[in-house]
Structure formats: structure tokens, C-alpha cells
């Protein structure tokens, strides 16, 4: 039996949270209207079965297995470690991951859920696509309708995605409000769900939004962190010294650092700092942002002081967002993760870097973690071990990291 | 001061009518019209008034409050603008006046500061959609202590366990969400509508009002055969919108108001036939 089931049988600190309130620590709860809160409440019996029933979990290792592709390699990437002449780095490959990054280890399970409800349509938000993708890939799967929502913005710049999406069959809703990016998205899909919500299931990307989202994408995208820590731990005897992660709305994140929580690891999340922190344009929530309520849930956000919320910027558009899960404020809070920037240039830069080093075109949003690990891994001895998640590959950013530098030339 | 919220209900009934509750953004389309419309909704036929605190992410709300409300934003409407509006309007409103708003507004000026701003402004009452009573706890604490009515929300898919929840923290009335979706146009009020409607009325003293969707004075007729009144803000919204200048705004509003309160004025008068045939 797959080791996911350690998860709901482990009581030790950290582990524990979100409370029966869906709260991890002040964050979380649920911040909806009445309508969906019958939704909600179902959604968590539903899951919570799903968790004590093995055959759920059966059908969702198979289809990780058989049609995602899991497990995903730990690869050590020697040339770029070499290079930057500190820490060992390794790479948990989400990248090779059937289309193309982690969100398919959440689409499978919601989508497993979603039959099991009874519900046949699918609403599903994206910024960078890769969602999208993912959800019109389960959907076609269990033969679920699917709509895609997605700011008109993000369908200029990942016009890749938004084709895969339509030849996987879901419908691409285009979304011209506010900044035209993820966050409008979402209040589409939100809009969309609250009008169908007797027949249609939101399935939701990130570890962001009302209980049990949080919690529930948290425990699907687990399997990264689960299984890294198990292949360093069969190759190196050890664990590593430092966990990577980039932070959008911080699902790859909670999805690597949650299962090493109680390990003596430290751990750091990377936000996009787009054109820097000073310069207002940028999307790093938990380093620049204020408590508040966004998307069905209470967490650090950008805000402007009468609680407007603001249009963040990254040239990643998966970290185009001015809200973060909960559970990545209350890790801030209690300073078990820290969570440090990294620009558009910087990530351009590391983009560049893996690519020309190890061969391998890692998404913009994973680069940002990479940028992080370029600043970092000189500092550190050789003996050291670096675990960075390269949550995405960048065949979709190829187009834009081009256009990227030749404006800046 | 004006009358309460409770005793504007009672009068509309005691009048035989259902109660007319038009929605407005503040500060839509501009804070001089604003204002002009408010009174004008006041002095035309409305029982009580519902005010929006824009906010940036109206995920309730459909494409005519969400224009409305990007429209108040971009001319730099802030919750503290639109409370000085409401307190500058009050010494002329007869109406008792509700705010509606999101969550995260509410929150970044602090739930006390917002219930004491709030009654220093004259208004009555706070409905905050995305705000269920599991969450409302401090809230409530707050809006209590400032005498502010806090109106919750119940849908069309909420069951009956819920419904005991809500009510208990409910005061002033009772917002029942006349469909699932946002706010917006819909063509025609069902019988099922009506029977849910009652039911809902038959687990609560509270006035109930019917919102969501109400556009035209025939469907609010057919509702004031169940509910004690409606809400209508969309079909306001775009009216307004419609028109070109103040005047003509603020015309068309104070007519949309009188036909509605017509409509509603017949539409209770026949409230007793209307049961004994549902029955």
C-alpha cells in the first residue's frame, strides 16, 4: 500500500493543521458566499471518505503511476553544482511529469473526487496554463466536462497552453476583467461554480481558496515532498541541508516542504519579485503583502490600505498572484520557512543557466527557485545538499524568455 | 433619526405592501449623482436602502455591479468616502440604510473601526456576502455593540441544518438569494421560488427579502405574494447606466422606484388569495 497513507495516520506537530475550521493557526477558514457552503461541506465529507477508503487511493497511485508518470527521478544536477562551486544540488523532477508540471497530482485527485459527488462538470482557473492543462487532461480522462477560465493576458502570453487546452477538449473561458491574469480567473470560476454548483465541481489549483482546499490540494501534491524525501534518504543516507520551492499561490511549495515539516531541513520559498520589490510591480505576497481575505480564505495579501486588492506582476504568469495559501503564511509566521524573492531577471537568468548546463528548459515560474539556489549554493559547502522542486518544464516560456531579452538588448 | 429597519418593514406591510430595497454602488457613477439618486430612490418609494462598498473582487456579484463597482474604484471611492456620503445623505434620508460590502474591506479597517464609522454614519445595517456566520463571530461582537443590524444570506441550496445557524445570528431580515449564481438579470419568478420562500418565512419571525436577479416591478409582484420585500440592485445599476446625464439618471431612477413600489403595493394586495390558492 502507497506510503501516502503515513499522511492522515501522523499526528506529530505540524501535521496536524488546518484545525476542524479549516485554520492553520489565524489563516484559512472559509470566506464564501452561502450558496457554496453547502459545496464546501460536502466536498470535505466527500474527501474525508475518500481518505479512509483504500480503493480511492489505489485508483489514484495506479493513475499516478501508469498515466502521470510518478515516481518522478531525483536528479542531481552535477554541471550547474559544479559551476556555482558550493552545495550539491538536486532536482525533484516534476518537470518530466505528464503534462509537463505538479498540477496533474492534484487534477487526478479532485477529479476522482468530482465522479465520485456525482459531478460531471469541471471549472477549473489558470494562470500559466499549466492548471488548465492538467484539469482538461483529468477531465478528458473520467470523461468530466471541463471550462477552463483564464485572463486574456495569460492567453497572450501562454498561447501554447490555451491550444493544448482546447485539443484536450475543455472550453477556454477568456477573462477581461481587472489584470487580466489569475486572479480574475478565479473570481470567474468562482462566478461559474456558484451559478452550476449542484452539477459542477471547481477543481482549484492551488493550496489557496475555502476549506478543504488548502488541506485537501496540500495532501495531493504531498507525494512530491514524500517521495523526494525518500530518494535522498535510499541515495544519500541524509536528508538535505535546504528545500527550494517557488511561491505563486505556493501548491508545488506546500507539496515538497510539507512532508519534511518535522525534519531538521530548512526550507525556503521563492517569490516572484518582478521588476523588484521596490519598484511596487511584483507579486511577492508574503514578503511585501498585509493580512487579509481573498478567494474564499484569510491569508497575506496584496492590498492597498483600504483592502482593494492589487494587480501583482511577474513575468512567470503560475506566480502572477496577489494572495498565497494559508498554511505558507502561518510557516512564515512561525519561521519554520523563510520566504526571499527572486526578480523576472534573475529568474531569466537561471532559465538560461539550467538550460545551457544541464539541458534542461525549466519552467519560468521553477526558475525562480532556481535563482534562489544560483544565490545560494556558492555560500554553502560542498558537502551540502540542496533540494530545489523543478515544478515545470518551459516549452510554454520559450516564446517570452525570448522576447524578454531581446527587449532588454 | 429614521425609522428602524423593523419598523420600515411593519410599515410597508401595515400599508399592504412589500417593501421596495434598492441597491446602489457608492460612489456609481460618480459621488454628486450618487448621492442625488439615493435621495431621489428615498424620496420615491423606497422603504429601505441598500449601499455597495466597492470592492476590487465582487466574486458575488455579476457584470453589472462588477462594472459599477470598477467605475466607483477608478474615480477613488474608499469605504471611508462612502460612509462620509451616507452621513452627508442621512440628514435628509427618511429610509433606514444598509451597507453591503465584502469581507476584506471590512477586515483592513478593522471590524470595530468599520461598525463604529458605520453607526456614526447613520446606517442601520451590514450585509457582507461572503462572510457565513461560522466566521462572523467578531463581527457580530462588534455590530451588536454599535446596534448594526448584521443580515445574512441564505440560498437556495441551503439545508436545514444550516438554515438554524443562520438565523440564529440573523437580525433586521432575512436576504434569501432568489437562485444560485451572482447577482443579475433572471426572466421569471417560479413557484418553487414562492414555496421556498415561505418555507423559509415559516422558520422566522425576521421580514424576509427576496434579492438576486429581481429586475422588472412584475416580478416583484409575484414575490410580495411570499416574501415582505425586494431587493433589486443590477437592473438599477444598468438603468443608470443607460442614461447619459445626471438628470436623466437620477429621473429614471425615481420613476424605476415609484413603478416598483406600484408593483409591490398590488402585488401584497393579493397576498391572501395567493396563499389559499398555493395551499
Known amino acids: 500500500m502507497p506510503r501516502w497513507q503515513a499522511l492522515s495516520d501522523a499526528p506529530r506537530a505540524g501535521f496536524h493543521l488546518p484545525d476542524e475550521r479549516g485554520r492553520f493557526g489565524p489563516y484559512g477558514g472559509r470566506f464564501v458566499p452561502e450558496t457554496l457552503m453547502p459545496a464546501l461541506e460536502e466536498l470535505e465529507s466527500t474527501y474525508e471518505e475518500a481518505c479512509r477508503d483504500p480503493a480511492f487511493f489505489t485508483e489514484l497511485h495506479e493513475l499516478l503511476r501508469d498515466f502521470a508518470g510518478r515516481e518522478t527521478p531525483l536528479y542531481e544536477a552535477r554541471r550547474m553544482s559544479e559551476i556555482l562551486g558550493g552545495a550539491r544540488i538536486f532536482l525533484k523532477r516534476e518537470d518530466l511529469l505528464h503534462t509537463g508540471a505538479h498540477k496533474i497530482n492534484n487534477t487526478l485527485g479532485q477529479a476522482l473526487l468530482a465522479r465520485r459527488m456525482g459531478k460531471n462538470r469541471i471549472v477549473a482557473e489558470t494562470g500559466a496554463g499549466q492548471h488548465g492543462v ?113 511561491v505563486g499561490a505556493g501548491s508545488n511549495a506546500m507539496g515538497l516542504f510539507h512532508p519534511f515539516l518535522e525534519d531538521p531541513v530548512q526550507m525556503v520559498g521563492v517569490e516572484a519579485g518582478g521588476k523588484g520589490v521596490q519598484s511596487g510591480e511584483h507579486a511577492a505576497t508574503l514578503a511585501c503583502g498585509t493580512v487579509g481575505v481573498l478567494h474564499g480564505a484569510s491569508s497575506y495579501l496584496l492590498q492597498d490600505a483600504h483592502g482593494q486588492i492589487l494587480e501583482p506582476h511577474s513575468i512567470a504568469a503560475g506566480l502572477d498572484y496577489p494572495g498565497v495559501g494559508p498554511e505558507h503564511g502561518h510557516l512564515k509566521d512561525t519561521g519554520r520557512v523563510q520566504y526571499v ?69 | ?167 440564529s445570528v440573523c437580525r433586521g431580515f432575512v436576504y434569501y438569494v432568489s437562485l444560485t449564481g451572482v447577482t443579475g438579470l433572471r426572466s421569471e419568478i417560479s413557484q418553487e421560488l414562492l414555496l421556498s420562500v415561505r418555507g423559509l418565512k415559516a422558520h422566522t419571525d425576521l421580514p424576509v427579502a427576496v434579492g438576486f436577479g429581481i429586475s422588472t416591478p412584475e416580478q416583484g409582484r409575484s414575490l410580495v ?55
Open chain 1, 134 to 246: 492538467a484539469a482538461a487532461t483529468a477531465a478528458a480522462l473520467l470523461g468530466l466536462e471541463c471550462v477552463v477560465y483564464m485572463g486574456t493576458l495569460d492567453m497572450e502570453r501562454q498561447a501554447l497552453n490555451v491550444a493544448r487546452i482546447k485539443l484536450l477538449g475543455a472550453r477556454v473561458e477568456p477573462v477581461d476583467s481587472g489584470g487580466r491574469t489569475l486572479k480574475d480567473a478565479v473570481n470567474e470560476a468562482i462566478r461559474d461554480w456558484v451559478t452550476h454548483v449542484s452539477t459542477t465541481h471547481y477543481m482549484l489549483g492551488s493550496v489557496v481558496g475555502p476549506h478543504p482546499y488548502p488541506k485537501m490540494v496540500r495532501d495531493f501534491q504531498s507525494v512530491i515532498g514524500r517521495e523526494a524525501r525518500k530518494q535522498i534518504l535510499d541515495r544519500q543516507g541524509r536528508l538535505p541541508d535546504l528545500l527550494v520551492a517557488c
Open chain 1, 341 to 409: 524573492t527572486a526578480t523576472d531577471g534573475e529568474a531569466v537568468s537561471a532559465f538560461q543557466m539550467l538550460s545551457t548546463t544541464e539541458g534542461i528548459v525549466p519552467a519560468l515560474e521553477s526558475a525562480h527557485a532556481l535563482a534562489y539556489v544560483i544565490r545560494v549554493a556558492p555560500k554553502m559547502p560542498r558537502d551540502a545538499i540542496i533540494l530545489a522542486c523543478l515544478s515545470g518544464r518551459g516549452d510554454k516560456d520559450v516564446g517570452r524568455v525570448y522576447q524578454y531579452l531581446e527587449g532588454e538588448q
Open chain 2, 1 to 167: 433619526m429614521s425609522k428602524t429597519i423593523t419598523e420600515a418593514f411593519e410599515e410597508a406591510r401595515d400599508e399592504g405592501r412589500g417593501a421596495f430595497i434598492p441597491y446602489l454602488t457608492g460612489g456609481f457613477p460618480d459621488e454628486e449623482t450618487f448621492e442625488r439618486l439615493l435621495l431621489a430612490l428615498d424620496g420615491n418609494g423606497a422603504d429601505l436602502l441598500e449601499v455597495g462598498i466597492p470592492f476590487s473582487d465582487p466574486l458575488a456579484d455579476g457584470p453589472a455591479i462588477q462594472l459599477s463597482s470598477r467605475m466607483a474604484l477608478e474615480r477613488g471611492t474608499t469605504p471611508e468616502g462612502v460612509l462620509n456620503l451616507i452621513s452627508r445623505a442621512r440628514k435628509t434620508l427618511q429610509c433606514p440604510l444598509l451597507i453591503m460590502t465584502y469581507w476584506n474591506p471590512v477586515m483592513k479597517m478593522g471590524l470595530e473601526e468599520f461598525a463604529a464609522r458605520a453607526k456614526e454614519a447613520g446606517v442601520s445595517g451590514v450585509i457582507v456576502p461572503d462572510l457565513p456566520p461560522e466566521e462572523a463571530e467578531a463581527w457580530v461582537t462588534a455590530a451588536e455593540e454599535y446596534e448594526l443590524a448584521t443580515v445574512f444570506l441564505v440560498a437556495p441550496t441551503t439545508p436545514p441544518r444550516r438554515l438554524g445557524i443562520i438565523l
Open chain 2, 225 to 279: 405574494h411570499a416574501a415582505d420585500g425586494v431587493i433589486v440592485g443590477s437592473a438599477l445599476i444598468r438603468l443608470v447606466l443607460s442614461q447619459q446625464t445626471p438628470k436623466a439618471r437620477v429621473g429614471a431612477a425615481a420613476h424605476f422606484a415609484q413603478s416598483f413600489r406600484d408593483a409591490l403595493t398590488m402585488g401584497a394586495s393579493c397576498k391572501g388569495s395567493e396563499e389559499v390558492d398555493a395551499s
